[in-house]
């Protein structure tokens, strides 16, 4: 008896690896995270560069200036020079100074300036030594306020009178050293003083002032590079140069050189002051 079984499909051959699982790559078995964008790195706003304190912007550019005078052929006076080589500063409506600029600019404003110039004859075994034999000290705009010959304390051996101008009968009736030397003394106090070689008359006097109230034709550096080299000018050079004028042609004259230094300065007194300025707040 035969008995009807179903047909069995007949499975296909297997192919070879057919069910081995595929393999993963490492992004695929990398848990479902989402990933953070990496965050921008930090950086420190820019420093901004430190001023500079060269002598060129010390007030002038004193390359400049030296140029224009050379240019010039020797026609312009060193001030003239100072004002063709410097920028107009662009106007500003914003107050940009601070309380402790504006006091000491108020302070400064309220003191007076003065010129001071002595001549000195010789003493001792060969008339090296010195000694006052005259004073003169002007306003700042050359009005004489004090010029007194001053008595010998000691025995003159020369009294230089080809350069200082003096005579024995200038300082025979002259007026006591002390006497001279306290109306000095009250005359420079709390003001500027302005001067060619100013130390050695303090020195003469036996005296001091301030050497923040000094301003000394003959230290100031920016005019001493461009009109000497670097060397101490002569008060005769600085005059020749700055204001066009000649002095000291034959024997000195205190009050004449009070004036040359006075009006030295009043020349160059906006560069001179931002000089101080910048060289003081440099040393702090």
């Not at 050293?177 to 008359?201: A, M, P, R, S």
């Amino acid at each position: 008896m035969e008995v009807n079984r179903p047909n069995k499909q007949k499975k296909s051959p297997r192919k070879p690896n057919e069910n081995k699982p595929k393999p993963t790559t490492a992004e695929e078995n990398r848990p479902n995270v989402k990933t953070k964008k990496p965050k921008a790195a930090f950086t420190l706003p820019p420093v901004p560069p430190k001023p500079s304190l060269s002598r060129k912007q010390a007030g002038t550019n004193w390359s400049s200036v030296l140029a224009a005078i050379n240019a010039a052929d020797g026609t312009i006076t060193l001030p003239e020079a100072i004002e063709a080589t410097r920028k107009p500063e662009a106007p500003s409506n914003t107050n940009t100074t601070t309380p402790s600029q504006s006091k000491n600019r108020r302070k400064k404003d309220h003191l007076q300036i003065v010129a001071m110039d002595c001549e000195m004859v010789g003493t001792g075994p060969l008339g090296n030594d010195d000694m006052l034999a005259r004073v003169s000290i002007v306003k700042k705009s050359g009005e004489v306020i004090m010029d007194k010959f001053v008595k010998p304390r000691e025995h003159v051996t020369d009294y230089r009178t080809s350069v200082s101008g003096i005579r024995p009968q200038d300082i025979e009736h002259g007026e006591q050293f002390e006497k001279v030397q306290n109306e000095v003394i009250t005359t420079l106090q709390g003001k500027i003083l302005v001067g060619h070689g100013i130390y050695n008359d303090l020195a003469v006097l036996s005296i001091k002032h301030p050497s923040s109230n000094i301003r000394d034709t003959a230290r100031y550096k920016p005019l001493a590079r461009l009109v000497s080299n670097g060397r101490t000018p002569s008060l005769k050079r600085l005059s020749q140069a700055i204001l066009g004028k000649e002095i000291q042609t034959g024997e000195h004259n205190s009050v004449e050189d009070a004036r040359a230094a006075m009006s030295i300065y009043n020349r160059l007194s906006l560069d001179w002051e931002k000089y101080i300025e910048r060289k003081k707040y440099s040393h702090k």
